[in-house]
């Protein structure tokens, strides 16, 4: 079956650090990826998606590319802000899974301090 | 904003007791999806509407669980007999037509629901 692996949170990091949020899946057929962000209090945001292999989906600073060879798509962002503090879960969702559920990732929570 | 609008908010019941939790897609989406969030984790598939027809209901954890969307709009996720197991954040999600795969998912605020 399908499954989404993230590294480990929480992750604090100063204002302007660089970030990367590490994503492994497993999949059957071809999935389209993505990443989503919950910040306090609100419900799962999409934060971008990347459809095929070596696709880059970018959003708001942040990037991850679609890589097939490695089953990864890492979330990137060069400098981050206070207001990226969230938590940001890594999905899938499979071309042969008949409903396209979308599997998820545990979540990585992100603290950023000024 | 016409996002997907999820009520109640916040339920609180006790064991034994029927909840019935509420989904208004964003307008004209075909497909809707629940999903149930426990504490510290990510969410897992629930159920799943293509219109008024319900086509995957895999990942309804017990027969306690039934979701209805009769007129192809909104949604109800009832669950009867509340365990304490069940508590957790309750997520609707919209999209065009998942039929297409690369659909992205729009999520509500969820319902908190918490069994004492």
């Known amino acids: 079956g399908n499954s989404v692996t993230q590294m480990e949170g929480p992750v604090t990091l100063s204002e302007e650090a660089f970030l990367t949020i590490n994503c492994t899946y497993t999949a059957t057929g071809y999935p389209s990826l993505f990443w989503y962000v919950q910040y306090p209090g609100e419900g799962l945001q999409l934060l971008l998606k990347?459809?095929?292999?070596?696709d880059k989906g970018s959003n708001k600073g942040f990037e991850a590319t679609y890589r097939k060879e490695t089953t990864s798509f890492h979330l990137e962002k060069g400098s981050v802000q206070v207001s990226d503090s969230a938590v940001y879960f890594c999905?899938?969702?499979?071309?042969?899974?008949?409903?396209?559920?979308?599997?998820f990732g545990k979540g990585t929570k992100l603290s950023v301090i000024p | 904003g016409a996002g997907v609008s999820q009520s109640p908010r916040y339920k609180v019941a006790k064991r034994g007791q029927d909840v019935a939790l509420r989904c208004d897609p964003i307008s004209g989406h075909v497909s809707l999806f629940w999903y149930q969030q426990a504490l510290g984790q990510g969410p897992e598939f629930l159920t799943y509407?293509?219109?008024?027809?319900?086509?995957?209901k895999s990942g309804l954890p017990s027969d306690r669980f039934f979701a209805e969307r009769p007129e192809g709009s909104v949604s109800t996720l009832k669950i009867q007999r509340t365990q304490q197991e069940d508590s957790a954040v309750y997520l609707c999600?919209?999209?065009?037509?998942?039929?297409?795969?690369?659909?992205?998912?729009?999520f509500g605020d969820g319902t908190r629901l918490s069994i004492l």
């Open positions: 999600a919209s999209s065009e037509d998942s039929l297409r795969s690369n659909q992205p998912q729009h």
């Open positions: 509407f293509q219109n008024e027809a319900q086509l995957d």
């Open positions: 990347a459809t095929k292999a070596d």
């Open positions: 999905a899938l969702n499979s071309a042969g899974a008949g409903s396209y559920q979308l599997t």
